[in-house]
């Protein structure tokens, strides 16, 4: 099909540092005129965004989604729906599926699934395991956001503990590196001792002790001392510690970082205080911890040593999560409501809207050299969302869309709501409703 040109009138946008007031249209997939008087266009639909911010869709470049192999949790349909709910119009799907993405046949079936039923634009990392050097090398820089590397973390074989591996990975990848690092000789030592401790039932707040500071500044450590010998482009994903703060440089113009690092909206949100009310609901890798080390994380965002905001969106099923400690799996859906929360911290002063928008939108297309993306730029694609400041949203069952029916955030009630999701041009949800009649694009890459 198609894509239907839309006018949108009396926007209060939000790009690159600014509020104004102006009017977009968009035509053929792109932004093709930015101006404050634009009501004499012709269109084929009009909104009138009186009252309401517009801003770049919301990037994400973390997220778990599942497909194949574990789709009893959640599938490409499902979360790509939640997230274009939650104004999230991009996003870049780790490979610890069923079976790893470890080939690059592997890789793009990836890509042909989303292609057929991804509601929001996508990319997908290649995965690297501890003997699969020579599959990761032959991905291409241009059509691949990244390669996932998980330095201590035991999913399936993806685990790459080897150094041998891990320098010849950091020496010749031909793209970004992204890293889980938390190091698992210092994880396995901890989960024998609390076993001994506890047996088998411990309490959810031993996560952060088992799962400690020093098991993921170990990690991080090495990883930045790696990519700093190798000139590797480094993206170290979801930090969860102050201590590892002082790795990151915020001297340096975003697009001349060589090291770049992601804070996630659950370490700003949650502290190890939040596990005696819900369990294992906030079980994550790398773990929530205690809240001088949030208080850390948003000193970190606020000063830039923090480039990008993410989810690490991670459903599991409800019954999975009631489980024991020791059997409950790790992982928080999140991508629907991300925007949401920072919309929270913005009302409650801890953050402005630019800011978000600099975090969410303009630096992961920067990060990752995303082509035509991330900014209201005229000729960009369309990746537009309006919300509504003074609109209350109460997250419950009925409104969230992730497959595993639940969120961690149930009940609460946030000041904004996301009225519009354009993607690529294409009005795919409208106060509630959603048009699955086109899908997403795949991303591309300006990269040498």
Same mark, same amino acid.
């Given at each position: 099909?198609?894509? $239907?040109?839309?006018?949108?009138?009396?926007?209060?946008?939000?790009?690159?540092?600014?509020?104004?007031?102006?009017?977009?249209?968009?035509?053929?997939?792109?932004?093709?005129?930015?101006?404050?008087?634009?009501?004499?266009?012709?269109?084929?639909?009009?909104?009138?965004?009186?009252?309401?911010?517009?801003?770049?869709?919301?990037?994400?470049?973390?997220?778990?989604?599942?497909?194949?192999?574990?789709?009893? $949790?959640?599938?490409?349909?499902?979360?790509?729906?939640?997230?274009?709910?939650?104004?999230?119009?991009?996003?870049?799907?780790?490979?610890?599926?069923?079976?790893?993405?470890?080939?690059?046949?592997?890789?793009?079936?990836?890509?042909?699934?989303?292609?057929?039923?991804?509601?929001?634009?996508?990319?997908?990392?290649?995965?690297?395991?501890?003997?699969?050097?020579?599959?990761?090398?032959?991905?291409?820089?241009?059509?691949?956001?990244?390669?996932?590397?998980?330095?201590?973390?035991?999913?399936?074989?993806?685990?790459?503990?080897?150094?041998?591996?891990?320098?010849?990975?950091?020496?010749?990848?031909?793209?970004?590196?992204?890293?889980?690092?938390?190091?698992?000789?210092?994880?396995?030592?901890?989960?024998?001792?609390?076993?001994?401790?506890?047996?088998?039932?411990?309490?959810?707040?031993?996560?952060?002790?088992?799962?400690?500071?020093?098991?993921?500044?170990?990690?991080?450590?090495?990883?930045?001392?790696?990519?700093?010998?190798?000139?590797?482009?480094?993206?170290?994903?979801?930090?969860?510690?102050?201590?590892?703060?002082?790795?990151?440089?915020?001297?340096?113009?975003?697009?001349?970082?060589?090291?770049?690092?992601?804070?996630?909206?659950?370490?700003?949100?949650?502290?190890?205080?939040?596990?005696?009310?819900?369990?294992?609901?906030?079980?994550?890798?790398?773990?929530?911890?205690?809240?001088?080390?949030?208080?850390?994380?948003?000193?970190?965002?606020?000063?830039?040593?923090?480039?990008?905001?993410?989810?690490?969106?991670?459903?599991?099923?409800?019954? *999975?999560?009631?489980?024991?400690?020791?059997?409950?799996?790790?992982?928080?859906?999140?991508?629907?409501?991300?925007?949401?929360?920072?919309?929270?911290?913005?009302?409650?002063?801890?953050?402005?809207?630019?800011?978000?928008?600099?975090?969410?939108?303009?630096?992961?297309?920067?990060?990752?050299?995303?082509?035509?993306?991330?900014?209201?730029?005229?000729?960009?694609?369309?990746?537009?969302?309006?919300?509504?400041?003074?609109?209350?949203?109460?997250?419950?069952?009925?409104?969230?869309?992730?497959?595993?029916?639940?969120?961690?955030?149930?009940?609460?009630?946030?000041?904004?709501?996301?009225?519009?999701?354009?993607?690529?041009?294409?009005?795919?949800?409208?106060?509630?409703?959603?048009?699955?009649?086109?899908?997403? *694009?795949?991303?591309?890459?300006?990269?040498?």
């Amino acid at each position: 099909m198609s894509r $239907k040109s839309i006018l949108l009138l009396n926007c209060r946008a939000i790009n690159e540092g600014s509020i104004f007031e102006t009017d977009v249209f968009v035509k053929n997939g792109r932004i093709e005129r930015i101006d404050d008087n634009l009501s004499h266009l012709q269109a084929d639909m009009v909104i009138d965004a009186a009252g309401k911010f517009l801003m770049p869709g919301v990037i994400d470049d973390q997220v778990h989604f599942r497909e194949p192999g574990l789709t009893h $949790k959640a599938e490409i349909y499902t979360e790509a729906k939640a997230a274009v709910a939650g104004g999230v119009t991009t996003f870049m799907e780790m490979p610890n599926t069923k079976p790893p993405t470890l080939t690059q046949e592997l890789l793009e079936e990836k890509y042909q699934i989303a292609a057929r039923r991804s509601l929001a634009n996508y990319s997908f990392y290649m995965g690297a395991s501890n003997d699969n050097l020579d599959e990761v090398l032959r991905t291409d820089p241009k059509r691949v956001c990244g390669i996932k590397v998980f330095m201590g973390s035991s999913t399936g074989n993806m685990l790459v503990d080897d150094y041998h591996t891990l320098e010849n990975l950091f020496k010749e990848a031909p793209l970004l590196i992204a890293t889980h690092c938390e190091d698992e000789a210092t994880i396995r030592a901890n989960m024998a001792a609390y076993r001994e401790k506890y047996g088998e039932n411990p309490p959810a707040s031993i996560h952060p002790e088992i799962r400690n500071v020093e098991a993921c500044l170990k990690s991080s450590r090495m990883a930045v001392e790696l990519a700093k010998k190798y000139n590797t482009r480094l993206h170290i994903l979801h930090i969860s510690t102050g201590d590892e703060v002082f790795l990151f440089d915020n001297q340096t113009p975003l697009r001349e970082k060589r090291i770049t690092a992601e804070v996630c909206v659950h370490h700003l949100w949650f502290s190890k205080d939040d596990y005696e009310p819900m369990g294992n609901l906030i079980k994550c890798n790398p773990a929530i911890k205690e809240a001088k080390h949030r208080e850390a994380l948003w000193t970190a965002l606020h000063e830039d040593y923090f480039d990008v905001i993410a989810t690490d969106h991670a459903p599991h099923t409800w019954e *999975e999560k009631q489980r024991s400690y020791w059997e409950a799996p790790s992982g928080l859906p999140l991508v629907q409501h991300s925007l949401l929360i920072m919309l929270h911290f913005a009302r409650q002063d801890w953050i402005t809207l630019p800011k978000i928008v600099e975090k969410m939108c303009h630096a992961p297309a920067t990060c990752f050299n995303i082509s035509e993306r991330g900014f209201l730029r005229e000729g960009y694609w369309a990746d537009l969302v309006l919300f509504d400041m003074n609109a209350p949203f109460t997250i419950e069952k009925e409104n969230i869309h992730y497959k595993c029916g639940w969120s961690p955030l149930e009940g609460f009630t946030f000041p904004a709501t996301i009225t519009h999701t354009i993607v690529s041009g294409h009005l795919a949800y409208a106060n509630g409703q959603f048009d699955e009649s086109i899908t997403g *694009e795949r991303l591309l890459f300006d990269r040498d």
